[in-house]
């Protein structure tokens, strides 16, 4: 292993079942992720992928083997850990600003929250919602919502981002946007990002590696990496190479599914 | 071909001047479209005890009402007898309400946070406020006696189970992902009941406290009625036995707009505390 590189997630043989129906939803997963790069977990419903996001963010435990992060076991959500999901969930009650300090304000209280406004004001106009300090939620469109809760993640400086379908509700031109936001992002904060997809165009723009999985039970069925140079634009998804690894991708789906069948 | 048109038009035109009208009424303001309707009410009302045969006594005129209303005014503006009364009922309502909103709010709480107050209690309450409750007025008499205690305690036994219903559905208002989410930011229970739970229970609370505010004045009258001796219940009770119908209507109709500011109090607070649903509500 190359000694330079810090490992952020190591898991080895976690296996998850659900007690009731004895449902396993895990079998077997190892995967090491290097810190600061992007991978993603793709495949089809049931494939146990945001159930393996849940155990990795400390939301859920597993039934056997470990989960550490930066060398310690994941016992509950880690400081180090932004999570996302697919929803934004902003609160109808608080302004957007509001919105973003929130983690701040639980795990330091409101004083720190008030100090931390500017930076929440400096990723508002990162994301091109400076202005939008004081709306409320229903007042904006499902993608400035979107990056709103993406400022509620960045706010406490994760070093790993988890993020759950975080663009599955927007229309495809929004998302590829927004997926290169992460990718800039990323790179800036030196982070680690962790991404469940179902678009195979989306695992491979981002992705280092896309962890392509199976379902009957849910397992990691092929790893693929992706040798795109960075940082990468809209242009790159016009590349052959491009086009290769996508077929790659859905080839490995597709081999999954048939071992399912 | 030609013909068929011409024949056809005069229906045309008369199902268009019916449409006209509808259409007007439909684009006249609500507060112009109300007192339209009033007026119209009012006048097949005078109509029907002018020329319609009806005896004052049964149904009094409107006219008559109208000056049992001026008098009932005076009489409260002067700070009368009739001024008493009216501020025994308020303080029964009120009382009851705060009684009602507290305890309730806090039954709700347990209710809503625990399995078995969700399977064993809820149910219950469910089952007593599907109820008329009304009719347990003899038993708050026969518990409390004729002074105001078994007003504002009919009052509160009113107006506590809405409260408690709602506020208990309320605290299952947040979704799963909000729960997730906070979860996720290390948040308390104690974090996640009040920045959380609490707020989006806000709505259905005030759902409740609707309810339970017109229901206390229902609770209130109600004893009155039954409890006799002091209140604006009991002088309504006595306009009738005088067959003072005209008297009996203006009382009712100062009732009507004690519920009316009281529940438009509550909407007020509803407003500042659950603006950010406002949408969805109104």
Redesign the interface.
Known sequence: MDVDVKTSYRIADLTKSFDRAGVVALQDVTLDVPQGSIISLIGPSGCGKSTLLSIM???LSQSTGTVELFGADVE??P?E?G?M?Q?G?L???RSVIENIL??I???SGKKAARTARPQAEALLTMVGLSGSEER?P?ELSGGMAQRAAICRMLITEPQVLLLDEPFGALDELTREKMDLEIQRIAAAQGATVIVVTHSIPEAVLLSDTVYAMATHPGRISEVIDIDLPRPRELSIMEDPAFGRYTTRVRRALDRGHDTAA | MTSSPTVHQPTGRKRSRVSLLSGWLDRLPQPAAVALVVVIALGLWQLLVSFGGVSEIILPSPLSVGGQIIEVVKQLTTGGFLMGQLWITVQEIVLGFLLASSVGFLIGLWIGQTEFGRKAVMPLFVVVEASPKIAFVPVFIAWFGFGIASKFLMAAFMSIFPVIINTAAGMNAASAEEIRLFRSMRASSWEIFWKLKFPRALPFIFAGLKIGIVSAVTGAVAAEFIGGGVGFGEQVRVAASRIALDRVFALILVLSMLGLALFGLVTLAQKKFAFWDSKKTT
């Open positions: 963010g400390g939301l509950g959500p400081r850990v999570i999901f929803k969930t609160l109808p009650w929130l983690p304000e639980i795990q409320f229903d």
